[in-house]
């Protein structure tokens, strides 16, 4: 039971992890909780989804077009409805990731309908023992889908040209931008990240849960939140852990204790996280210069 | 009669220390200036003695009362009050209204007092107006009372925190760096307007970088220098002062 | 998904109208905004006395149409909701994203007392206040030390812990099923049983709510609140006991919140875990910055926009709520201040709409200054 409950924690907090990295990301460019973020995430499963389903296109192809499709949403995003708000109040930048939210949740239900449309199942259970921990062989995709992507992430992010930039960018933007570093591209670039590793962990999510709708992304991109905030929001490592910690003490809390206040688990770690250390496990103290 | 008082005061972030175990008094009724090169820990000094820090060791006084474990609104209300080097105006509030914030600590009415508009709180809101009246006439800054404050050029904006800071009755005023960014007309007249304060009864604490502005105007100069104070006395025996003068007036004065 | 097209062309065209709409409206606000900042005392009395008139004659011009009648009362709870919020960010400069708790601690204390103990509505509608006075007290000691996004997210999580509380706690709050039955309020043998009344008693609150709002923000405390917003050590330097402060505007805000909650509970008999969602924090806090945060005849409109439009655009009932978002985003975007914005009936600088409101330092910390 315990092991089960830890196996399951495990998949789903790799899933946590994988959603909160792309809200970490951003808010590391930007300062903005991308409210929309479980949106672009739901968005990203559909366009999987249609690719399956209408098209008849076999999963890889389909995973990527969905991912694909979601970076290319994820910066229009960023082009059309943040840029524009970028010098306001930060309030504003808000309000404009909450309406954005609003409307792709209402988009999705205009096009794909209302109800829940159920994802074809194409991997079939088959379970898989690593020493006690019993995975089934989904759980075992998900784990592996997740870590490769978080393996091509830190790559990305540590190695490559850019992802020094967006370094620089996440540390002080007029700086970055004094130093010829092109800022607009690098918050684009984030958005596309940020929103294709969304997309993966919807469509992963879909084809756990078997199911596609769109409110999915309303409560995931909420958990994956407090999973990035546990973290240190803007903190990429710390997004990952805090999603890991979140699926597991989630999973483990409703076995235990209650299934009926799942969902106030995570909210109750965050609450006690944030009184002992206010900026997360790996987040930094910012203080004010007087 | 010594209004404040510290005594091996330190200050450490980490490993840096800030302030270093600095012994400093002012007497009622005195200008005293503390200069030091940029990073010496002067405004570290003001944080500790407004309670923005608590030091890491050492005692403040202010009029014979610790006053070291107090929260900065504390330590207003107690009298002494401040300006801040980057100026920090409230941004939404015309002048008027910033300086009237001032007398925040010095009304009382509480929240019924207020919605149900008590005698007492007309009567004291009544006489903060006519003080921060008073204040806005003596540092002439009529013409602008209802301009939002931060709309207004730098050397008023400062004029203003001053205004703000006497808002608040202080028996020490302390100014960090009043003159910076202004052209040399400007140092004139912050000069007099410091020099005016002081006649008004106040005593008066500064940080300043602009030598000609400290030595003219200080009754008592303080140096700091990587947190350690290096002298202190009349400006000009501060002028002559070996120490001070490799340190610090030789490389940036001559 | 077939309609792709077709949803696209609609959505385009409605982003085109909503765009020339808010540009013609922003004219409108500014306008209007400046008469406003350009009366006399004795015009503006005038003109408050005539709004007041008009709100205590339209129950009987509306009685053939119980629709809107029913809109109205609606959009004055969420003024009430909508300023009982603005003490929190509008004046303390605190993001709350869990106002929707309060406003339902409120309507439940009133269901379980009135259902269980056959409590008279007043002395429930003062419990209710006083409960959720204390909740707002409890949230706002310990988030005092959080500041923005983290302040932000714990208070949606205290929004979603107590909404999973009415949905758990099956033996109290009947879980789901929410509690049935709740009595009409009744004052002294007087059993308030149509929508008039209803109307009456929402109007009294509201009118108690922009006084109070009113009353505080021209008093040394509601400039205390202003000055926390705008510089929090700047106003800890000025002797303004800031923990206070925003203790107090949580604890106001919410004992308000708690007020329209124990109204709602009456006014539609029934109360559910489904009306206190984080969705409906979000919605009345869109009413606050889309107003003109502080600003309390912005809040005021915020409110009745917000709630008015869904209803309005009933007969596009698919499109509405995509249309609702994107409004938000439009207007974010053309008019950063609210509808009417506070620095400017300050009659401060007039080209305000271009950099948004000054008014939110601390919810600022913004791209471009970093």
Not at chain 1, 221 to 241: C, N, P, Q, R
């Amino acid at each position: 039971m315990f092991l089960e409950q830890l196996s399951n924690g495990i998949a789903l907090g790799s899933l946590y992890a994988l959603t909160a990295v792309g809200y970490t990301m951003v808010y590391g460019i930007i300062r903005l909780i991308n409210f929309a973020h479980g949106d672009i995430y739901m968005m990203g499963a559909f366009f999987t989804y249609t690719a399956i389903v209408y098209f008849n296109l076999p999963l890889v192809p389909s995973f990527i077009i969905g991912m694909a499709c979601a970076a290319l949403l994820g910066v229009l995003i960023a082009k059309f409805a943040y840029t524009p708000v970028f010098k306001a109040p930060k309030i504003n930048l808000f309000l404009c990731a909450i309406g954005m939210a609003i409307f792709l949740e209402n988009f999705a239900m205009l096009l794909w309908g209302p109800e829940t449309q159920s994802f074809p199942t194409i991997i079939q259970n088959q379970i898989y023992t690593f020493g006690g921990l019993k995975f089934t062989k989904l759980q075992a995709v998900i784990l592996l889908i997740s870590i490769f992507l978080a393996l091509v992430l830190s790559y990305i992010v540590k190695k490559t040209k850019i992802g020094r930039a967006m370094r620089c960018a996440s540390q002080d933007m007029v700086a970055a931008r004094l130093m010829g570093i092109n800022t607009n591209k690098i918050v684009f670039i984030t958005f596309a990240l940020g929103s294709a590793l969304g997309a993966a962990a919807g469509t992963l999510v879909a084809m756990y849960y078997k199911a596609v709708y769109p409110m999915m992304g309303f409560s995931a991109g909420l958990k994956a939140f407090v999973a990035a905030v546990i973290g240190g929001i803007g903190s990429i490592t710390g997004a990952m852990f805090g999603g890991l910690i979140m699926g597991v003490v989630e999973s483990l809390g409703a076995a235990y204790i209650s299934s009926g206040y799942r969902d106030a688990i995570a909210f109750i770690i965050l609450i006690i996280i944030l009184l002992f250390k206010p900026t997360g496990l790996f987040g930094k103290t910012v203080k004010e210069k007087v | 009669m010594k209004i404040l008082e510290a005594v091996g005061v330190t200050k450490s972030f980490g490993g840096l220390t800030a302030v270093d175990n600095v012994d400093f008094h002012i007497e009622e009724g005195e200008i005293v200036s503390i200069i030091g090169p940029n990073g010496a820990g002067k405004t570290t000094f003001f944080n500790l003695i407004t309670g923005v820090y608590e030091p890491t060791k050492g005692v403040i006084k202010f009029l014979d009362k610790d006053i070291h474990n107090l929260k900065p609104y504390e330590i207003t209300s107690r009298g002494i009050s401040r300006t801040f080097q980057n100026i920090r105006l409230f941004s939404s509030m015309t002048v008027f209204e910033n300086i009237m914030i001032g007398q925040y600590c010095k009304t009382k009415a509480n929240i019924l007092n207020v919605i149900f508009k008590t005698k007492n709180a007309i009567k004291e809101q009544e006489e903060a107006r006519e003080k921060v009246e008073k204040i806005i006439k003596f540092l002439e800054l009529d013409s602008v009372a209802n301009e939002i404050a931060t709309s207004l050029p730098y050397g008023v904006q400062r004029k203003v925190e001053i205004g703000r800071a006497l808002a608040t009755e202080p028996k020490l005023l302390l100014l960090d760096e009043p003159a910076a960014g202004m052209n040399s007309q400007e140092k004139v007249e912050m000069q007099a307007l410091i020099r005016k304060i002081r006649d008004q009864g106040y005593t008066v604490l500064l940080i300043e970088h602009d030598m000609k502005l400290v030595m003219g105007i200080s009754d008592r100069v303080a140096v700091l220098d990587y947190g350690n104070k290096i002298a202190e006395g009349k400006p000009h025996e501060i002028q002559r002062n070996e120490r001070v003068i490799s340190a610090y007036l030789g490389k940036e004065v001559g | 998904m077939g309609n792709l097209i077709d949803v696209l062309i609609k959505l385009s065209i409605a982003t085109v109208i909503l765009y020339f709409v808010i540009k013609i409206l922003s004219k409108g606000f500014d306008k209007i905004t400046d008469m406003i900042v350009a009366m006399d005392k004795e015009k503006n009395r005038k003109l408050i006395y005539l709004i007041v008139g008009i709100l205590l004659v339209l129950p009987f011009l509306l009685s053939r149409y119980p629709y809107i009648l029913r809109t109205s009362i609606m959009a004055i709870m969420y003024v009430v909701l909508a300023l009982s919020l603005n003490f929190v960010l509008g004046f303390a400069g605190q993001l709350s994203m869990g106002h929707a708790a309060f406003y339902g601690i409120g309507a439940y204390v009133t269901a379980l007392l009135m259902v269980n103990f056959n409590v008279p509505f007043l002395l429930a509608f003062i419990a209710s206040a006083i409960v959720a006075g204390i909740f707002g007290f409890l949230l706002g000691v310990p988030t005092l030390r959080l500041k923005g996004d983290y302040l932000a997210i714990t208070t949606i999580g205290f929004g979603e812990i107590l909404r999973l509380v009415l949905v758990n706690w099956v033996e109290v709050t009947r879980g789901p099923a929410g509690i049935p039955g709740i009595p009409s309020p009744s004052f002294f043998g007087f059993t308030i049983n149509n929508n008039i009344g209803y109307y009456y008693i929402i109007l009294l609150l509201a009118f108690f709510t922009v006084f109070v709002s009113n009353r505080l923000l021209n008093s040394r405390l509601g400039q205390g609140f202003i000055a926390v917003r705008d510089d929090e050590i700047a106003a800890e330097a000025m002797g303004i006991n800031s923990t206070y402060l925003k203790i107090l505007a949580f604890v106001l805000g919410a004992a308000i919140a708690g007020m329209a909650g124990s109204f709602f509970a009456t006014f539609v008999h029934y109360v559910n875990p489904d009306n206190f969602t984080y969705m409906e924090s979000v919605t009345i806090l869109c009413m606050v910055v889309l107003g003109g945060l502080g600003s309390i005849p912005g809040v005021i409109l915020g409110a009745i926009v917000l709630t008015v439009l869904p209803e309005a655009l009933r007969g596009i009932a698919l499109y509405r709520y995509a249309i609702y978002g994107l409004l938000l985003i439009l207007m974010m975007i053309n008019r950063p201040g609210g509808m009417i914005n506070m620095d400017r009936l300050k009659g401060g600088r007039k080209d305000e709409n271009s950099r948004g409101s000054r008014s939110n330092k601390v919810l600022r910390r913004s791209y471009s200054s970093r």
